[in-house]
């Protein structure tokens, strides 16, 4: 049974540049969520969508950053334009539940940008 | 809305001894709780998931109390060993019904010494 599948696992972008990170979630998982995870603010929430509509998004990172549920097996993340302070691990996971007891991440996208 | 601290942000242990991380919260109305383990180059992986009826759990090696008086969840390692090497987050799911995502502590880096 495949897990939170994420690419690519690095990144590497000139300062301007538009990146596209993907993610498939566990089939069958109705929640999806983007996190960005550095090491001094932890993991700050990019996006929430449940069965494709957005449900809650990190009020900070509204103007350059976009993620979009194509369909319930695939989301993706745009980044445009990027900048030095983007670089992070951008982790994606998803739930099978409503109460989001259980949460399952993938390895996650770490993006350089220079 | 809810808000999580976790400390301490760094804790370096001998192989054998105990180690103890505690997070706070605000919302007295949470009411599902998490303790997930990062290790080097991978997702984040569930470790133990506490809900409000349950005060202590254990699990293989570390032992959850939720301390909902205080609005304190901690994790005590026991007996550590260097695989308990990693960094360890906090996670609270601030709403009952569902519909919100995971709020997260900045995390613990665990190191555990032969």
């Known amino acids: 049974d495949a897990g939170v599948t994420q690419t690519p696992r690095h990144e590497v972008a000139e300062k301007g540049q538009t990146i596209i990170l993907k993610c498939e979630p566990v089939?069958?998982?109705?929640?999806l969520f983007w996190y960005r995870q550095t090491k001094i603010q932890g993991l700050e929430l990019l996006s929430y969508?449940?069965?494709?509509?957005?449900?809650?998004d990190g009020g900070a990172f509204k103007d350059r950053f976009k993620a979009e549920m194509l369909n319930s097996s695939f989301s993706t993340l745009k980044i445009q334009p990027t900048e030095p302070k983007d670089s992070a691990v951008y982790l994606c996971a998803s739930s099978p539940d409503r109460a989001n007891t259980e949460v399952f991440f993938g390895k996650g996208t770490r993006l350089t940008v220079v | 809305g809810e808000q999580v601290e976790q400390r301490p942000p760094h804790l370096s242990v001998r192989e054998g001894d105990s180690a103890v991380i505690i997070c706070t919260y605000t919302d007295p109305n949470s009411y599902y709780f998490f303790w997930y383990k990062q290790e080097p180059g991978a997702g984040l992986q569930l470790l133990m998931k506490v809900f409000s009826s349950t005060e202590i759990n254990e699990g293989q090696g570390f032992t959850v109390l939720l301390n909902k008086k205080d609005k304190q969840l901690s994790l005590n390692l026991t007996a550590a060993h260097p695989g308990d090497s990693a960094v360890y987050f906090c996670?609270?799911?601030?709403?009952?019904?569902?519909?919100?995502?995971?709020?997260f502590g900045t995390g613990t880096t665990v190191s555990v010494s032969p």
């Open positions: 996670a609270v799911n601030p709403a009952y019904q569902g519909g919100r995502a995971l709020i």
């Open positions: 089939s069958g998982h109705n929640d």
């Open positions: 969508f449940r069965s494709k509509s957005l449900m809650e």
